[in-house]
């Protein structure tokens, strides 16, 4: 069946540092969505992407879909404290919801 | 806030017992997913329903099922808990039926089996 890894799975940054994470099938996806979720909270969208070497970009963050469409990344520019959480993407199968593993991301002042 | 609520937001219960978890979806949405979250680990989606109808099956298990009221609100029965189902339940909802919606979630509902 569809699987989605994502690595790293723990990432302990400076504030200041970048941060990415990646997102990975084994099949072709139709679409990739990343959601946050802070400690204690409930996952929040952020972002969907759909085409083949899709870029999109909300602030810090910077979203990348692959141009063969298996694996997707989100890069945070300078981690301030507020970007402490789990961030997961996620696909649609058919008919399935397939979350990733996510990645834990905390940010030391 | 992201308009959907669960209720309860702790349970607390037994090995071999009964519960409902429920949800209320946002105004509008007609979907509403269902999610466990076990300790340290991602999100395994288990069952969507569509206006009352079930539209997609995940990993639930047989001992669980699910319904979707004409009110649109959805209840999760999980039957003859055992200490492995301890875990957060999530309910989302999302305008249509489709994969690729938008899906916004509940606070969950934590659930601790003894």
């Known amino acids: 069946g569809q699987q989605v890894m994502q690595i790293p799975q723990y990432q302990h940054v400076q504030e200041g540092e970048d941060f990415t994470t990646y997102c990975n099938s084994s099949t072709t996806l139709s679409n990739i969505q990343w959601y946050k979720q802070r400690p204690g909270g409930h996952p929040v969208f952020l972002i969907q992407l759909v085409k083949s070497g899709e870029v999109k970009k909300q602030k810090r963050l910077t979203f990348q879909f692959g141009e063969a469409k298996k694996n997707s990344s989100l890069h945070i520019t300078a981690t301030q404290t507020t970007d402490v959480g789990t961030y997961f993407c996620?696909?649609?199968?058919?008919?399935?919801?397939?979350f990733g593993t996510g990645t834990r991301l905390k940010v030391l002042a | 806030d992201s308009g959907v609520t669960q209720t309860p937001k702790h349970l607390i219960t037994a090995t071999g017992q009964r519960v409902t978890l429920r949800c209320s979806p946002r105004?509008?949405?007609?979907?509403v997913y269902w999610y466990q979250q076990s300790l340290d680990q991602g999100l395994q989606f288990l069952i969507q329903y569509y206006n009352g109808e079930e539209r997609a099956k995940g990993n639930i298990l047989e001992r669980f099922s699910a319904q979707q009221f004409p009110d649109l609100h959805s209840e999760l029965n999980l039957s003859s808990l055992e200490l492995g189902d301890s875990a957060l339940y999530f309910c989302?909802?999302?305008?249509?039926?489709?994969?690729?919606?938008?899906?916004?979630f509940g606070p969950g509902t934590r659930l601790l089996v003894l």
């Open positions: 996620t696909t649609s199968g058919t008919y399935k919801y397939i």
């Open positions: 989302a909802s999302s305008v249509g039926p489709e994969g690729a919606q938008t899906q916004y």
């Open positions: 105004s509008g949405d007609l979907s």
